[in-house]
């Protein structure tokens, strides 16, 4: 007997029965349970074998399977909006604050408002069901300091509440542009959130229209480079939310933001067109593109460099290095286009992080044995010294550069420098400037001179 016959019988059954309400339910439920074991199949028949594994695996939807494609996305889109909803508003925030300071906990010590854990979990029954989460024993704490009464500061208890609140919509905001719906966003879903987020941030007002396909680029190279050295393709949103650079690229809506600060912000209006105006600069048959001269061209300038100066056109970065860079980042018909160039700057830009370190490694592993060997070290600076006597400067001796390079760096095995080994010493950009860039081993080499002239800061 199917599914369909077992129902139909019990209909009629249920008709005829003139039976009390209890044994009604009764029948139901057995035959409930009989209807749910033809289904399922009974326990002793299901164990050791692979139907007792529960699936936890589910195929996304392909390209021509348009309404699941459009079912999943709708789902989503309900799922995130219901997540919304759950976040404190502004309204919600502001009451929030005056529960807290309506219930802080005497003595006033200074002017921070203080509250013990009783007039916290008052606070927390009064401020309603979306505050639930952020009054518990392990939030206050993660605040409570070394004050003598127990207490946690107010004030900082709301600003953790409020970056939690943050967090969490910027996890939605975000998470719009998931495609996949898998926690990551590709280069693309990257670049349609920026572009969408230009017009919020009053700091990029004086872009032209024109230039926003080279803002979005410039803004998320950055993301990929430093989020995604494997060079996968995506980046986990996880990732997105706790670096740093969300609050650098927020920090634009700033109206106020100084000048210095928008100059040390990579993803501000006058960094982007530095960077690209360089690109401009360098590209002197106007092609679109860098060639490796265009990339190694400089105008005249006085020996030594200024110290501290990393430009790309004074003609510091050496002739080898360039060969390799060429050799080993993407290029298209031996030149390189606005992306593998905004690589390039940024790990130049950046050398004392990993990912910089990681980029610059490959570029001095001539070999690809994943190690710098004497060989390697001294592959590179001898174009060093080829500069040096250009400049009409007596080289340094290679073996006592070598020497110093390994006193720092004092790797695992004497004799071989392991990209570990570079990150770990925290001499990973002083030893990289030195095999690469006349301007930085000149800055290494004078460094006591350098120290000696600087301006005492109590001075200034």
């Known amino acids: 007997m199917n599914i369909a016959d077992s129902l139909r019988k019990f209909n009629e059954m249920?008709?005829?029965?003139?039976?009390?309400?209890?044994?009604l339910k009764a029948n139901e439920l057995d035959l409930f349970t009989k209807i749910y074991q033809e289904w399922k199949g009974p326990d002793q028949h299901r164990m050791g074998t692979y139907k007792a594994i529960p699936r936890f695996y589910y195929k996304l939807p392909s390209e021509d399977e348009t309404l699941l494609q459009k079912l999943r996305e709708e789902s989503r889109a309900v799922f995130l909006q219901r997540r919304s909803k759950e976040l404190l508003d502004n309204e919600e925030l502001q009451g929030l604050w005056f529960l807290l300071d309506k219930h802080h906990t005497p003595p006033l010590v200074g002017d921070e408002q203080m509250i013990n854990y009783a007039d916290f979990l008052k606070v927390g029954d009064k401020a309603g069901i979306k505050c639930?989460?952020?009054f518990t024993?392990?939030?206050?704490?993660?605040?409570?300091q070394n004050d003598p009464y127990g207490r946690i500061s107010i004030m900082q208890f709301f600003n953790y509440v409020m970056r939690k609140v943050w967090l969490h919509q910027t996890r939605i905001g975000l998470s719009l542009y998931d495609v996949a719906g898998q926690g990551y966003l590709k280069e693309s879903d990257l670049e349609n959130y920026i572009l969408e987020l230009i017009p919020t941030l009053p700091q990029l007002d004086c872009l032209e229209k024109s230039?926003?396909?080279?803002?979005?680029?410039?803004a998320v190279r950055k993301f990929f480079f430093f989020l995604d050295p494997l060079r996968t393709g995506r980046v986990k949103i996880q990732d997105i939310l706790a670096c740093s650079f969300l609050d650098d690229l927020l920090e634009l809506r700033d109206e106020e933001l100084p000048k210095e600060v928008q100059e040390s912000n990579w993803f501000s209006a006058p960094s982007a067109l530095r960077v690209y105006g360089q690109y401009l600069n360098l590209d002197k048959d106007h092609n679109g593109m860098l060639s490796k001269e265009e990339l190694s061209s400089y105008t005249e300038t006085p020996f030594p460099p200024l110290a501290g100066r990393y430009r790309y056109g004074t003609g510091t970065l050496t002739a080898v290095f360039l060969d390799r860079v060429f050799q080993e980042c993407l290029t298209y018909d031996g030149e390189m286009d606005y992306k593998t160039y905004l690589d390039f700057v940024l790990a130049l830009e950046n050398r004392k992080e990993p990912q910089a370190l990681q980029y610059l490694f490959r570029i001095l592993d001539v070999q690809n044995r994943g190690y710098l060997n004497v060989f390697a070290l001294n592959y590179f600076f001898r174009s060093i010294q080829e500069q040096?006597?250009?400049?009409?400067?007596?080289?340094?001796?290679?073996?006592?550069?070598?020497?110093?390079?390994f006193d720092m760096v004092k790797p695992a095995d004497p004799l071989k420098i392991a990209l570990l080994d570079l990150i770990n010493s925290g001499q990973g950009d002083t030893v990289v400037s030195i095999l690469i860039d006349l301007n930085g081993f000149w800055t290494y080499e004078n460094r006591e001179v350098l120290v000696a002239e600087a301006p005492d800061e109590a001075e200034i």
Do not use: W
């Open 14 to 23: 249920r008709q005829k029965d003139n039976s009390s309400l209890d044994q």
């Open 132 to 134: 639930r989460p952020f």
């Open 137 to 144: 024993a392990t939030v206050f704490a993660k605040l409570l």
């Open 211 to 218: 230039f926003y396909s080279f803002y979005v680029c410039t």
């Open 388 to 405: 040096m006597r250009a400049h009409g400067q007596e080289p340094v001796s290679f073996i006592d550069v070598k020497d110093e390079i």
